[in-house]
Structures are given as structure tokens and as C-alpha cells.
């Protein structure tokens, strides 16, 4: 069922995780799937049951944020009247947003709040991250005195990702949307570290989308503080000076780290014990951030 297609909309895009459907000139259904990218490359094992992890605790985020900024879910339509098969509707309804066409920025919103990945490597190598100097001394999995917000180019499906600095921004977007994107997604993330320190997790750095309407309106869309966008750790297993246990992916990305390959396509078969503890680490990361706290 992973490889499932809607037959009657056209796939207009495919991304590393994502399917995009046309509904109509106004609507997109976007599919999770179990595709796993990592190192921006797609490897050839799904994890199950991911697509659905991430659409679901999108969805909670996006109805727990919208009050700092509108996003691109909506209501005008429903997932039965596009899908009549009643076993198709079974496998896409909880991998499934339908949400409205928007113009995408060119630029992925990074938050980071802690040291570490390539803001550790930069750091390492400069004293600075995207252009940002920090405190000398800092260690690995440092706290930053206060989040930093460090965009990126947004890559093909095959490329990698670029850092850029603030500035950069001001030149893709303009003053005045460069400076609401930072503040947006600094606010956003504030609030999901709020939400999840209650629940005994860290959420180290995080990355946002945005789009536009046609009046210019701005919207987060895509994937909000997920383990595939963002890296949560357990707030009773943090120490200064390694890398925390994850909730995330970074748990398959050590794994690969240990490998004889060269991080490009095609991507190494993954153990079947690897799949099991990356599904596990993705639920748990779902059931944590949803849990209710007394």
C-alpha cells in the first residue's frame, strides 16, 4: 500500500517525503508517505507508519499555532469527496492534508535554540553560525542565551541545503516579509518549546516553510515542528558536551554515519532493526508532544 497513487488527480510534484496532488485551482491534497530522506537523499526502506506520524502532529501544531500565523489548512474540502475507493481512504486519511495553493518562499525558516549539527560545525570552524557570532567556549548541545534564527536555501530533491545569512533573505524577500518570516518562526518556536519542555522534551532547532496568497498574505505551510523538520530530545537524557538521544532522525543518521558511504543516491538498505527503533522513536516523539499534562 506505501507506493499507493490517487489515480483520478494529477501528481503535480514529488519532494523527498511528500506527494502533491492538484485538486483544482484553488486546493492541493499533500500525501506524507513512509519515504525516508536523509542527508537529502532518499533511501530505498520506508519507515511505516511515518507519513502518518508526521501529518497528524502537523496538524496539532498547525491548529496550536494559528493564532501567531494563519496556515494552509483547509476546511472547503473534504478528503471523501475527492477519494470514493473506500480502502484508499482508509491508507490516505491520516497521511493527508488538503490545503490551499500558495506561492512557497525560496527559503526554509531554521530556528535553532541549541548548538548543534551544522550550527556546531560552523561554529567550530568560525565562532559564528549563518553570520551570527556567539559566545566563545560553547559546547556541543549548548543553550543559546536566546534563539537564533538562521535561514537556508531551499534544495532540488538531490541537492543539499545551503545556510544563508539574514541579509540574504532581505534580498530574496524584501525587508519587510524577511523580518515577519524571522519573528513568525521565532514566536512559533517559542511556543513548541514552551509546549513540549511541559512534556519532558527539548526542541533543539527547527525548521519552517512559508507561502503566499495572492494578495500576500503570509501562511506557514508544509510540516511544523515535526522529527523530520525539527530535533527533540529528552529533557532527563541532556548533557552538555555529546549529542543528546533524539526523538528524530538523527537517531538513522548516526546510524548511517557508521557506514562505509558516500552520501549520495543511491541510499544503503537499512537493517530491519533500524527501521523498527526509527518507527518507534517517530510514535514516540508523536505521543509525547500530544500527551496532556496535569
Not at 494563519?70 to 488538503?98: C, G
Not at 534544495?155 to 544563508?164: K, P, Q, R, T
Request: charged residues 25%.
Amino acid at each position: 500500500m506505501n507506493n499507493q497513487k490517487i489515480q483520478n488527480l494529477e501528481l503535480i510534484a514529488q519532494g523527498k517525503v511528500r506527494d502533491i496532488y492538484a485538486i483544482n485551482e484553488d486546493y492541493l491534497l499533500i500525501v506524507t508517505t513512509d519515504r525516508m530522506s536523509a542527508f537529502d537523499v532518499v533511501l530505498p526502506n520506508p519507515i511505516p507508519g511515518k507519513g502518518e506520524v508526521l501529518t497528524q502532529l502537523s496538524k496539532f501544531w498547525f491548529d496550536q499555532t494559528q493564532e501567531i500565523v494563519p496556515n494552509h489548512l483547509t476546511n472547503d474540502v473534504s478528503l471523501e469527496e475527492i477519494i470514493s475507493d473506500q480502502e484508499q481512504l482508509a491508507y490516505f486519511k491520516n497521511r493527508s492534508m488538503i490545503v490551499k495553493r500558495l506561492n512557497p518562499l525560496p527559503i526554509e525558516a531554521v530556528v535553532r535554540g541549541y548548538l548543534i549539527g551544522s550550527g556546531w560545525k560552523d561554529y567550530q570552524a568560525t565562532g559564528t553560525v549563518c553570520g551570527i557570532e556567539l559566545d566563545k567556549n560553547l559546547q556541543m548541545a549548548s543553550q543559546l542565551a536566546e534563539p537564533i534564527y538562521t535561514p537556508a536555501t531551499k534544495a532540488e530533491v538531490g541537492e543539499h541545503d545551503e545556510n544563508i545569512t539574514y541579509e540574504e533573505t532581505v534580498k530574496l524577500l524584501g525587508e519587510d516579509l524577511a523580518s515577519r518570516v524571522r519573528n513568525i518562526s521565532i514566536d512559533i518556536y517559542n511556543f513548541g518549546v514552551s509546549h513540549a519542555s511541559e512534556r519532558g522534551i527539548i526542541i533543539a532547532d527547527t525548521k519552517f516553510e512559508f507561502g503566499l496568497d495572492g494578495d500576500g498574505n503570509l501562511f506557514l505551510i508544509d510540516e511544523v515542528l515535526t522529527p523530520d523538520s525539527s530535533r527533540f530530545w529528552s529533557r532527563d537524557d541532556y548533557n552538555i558536551g555529546v549529542s543528546p538521544p533524539s526523538f528524530d532522525k538523527q537517531y538513522l543518521r548516526d546510524y548511517l554515519e557508521t557506514l562505509d558511504w558516500n552520501k549520495s543516491t543511491p541510499g544503503p538498505e537499512l537493517p530491519q532493526d533500524v527501521i523498527e527503533n526509527t518507527t518507534a522513536k517517530y510514535r514516540n516523539a508523536y505521543q509525547a508532544i500530544i500527551a496532556e499534562t496535569s
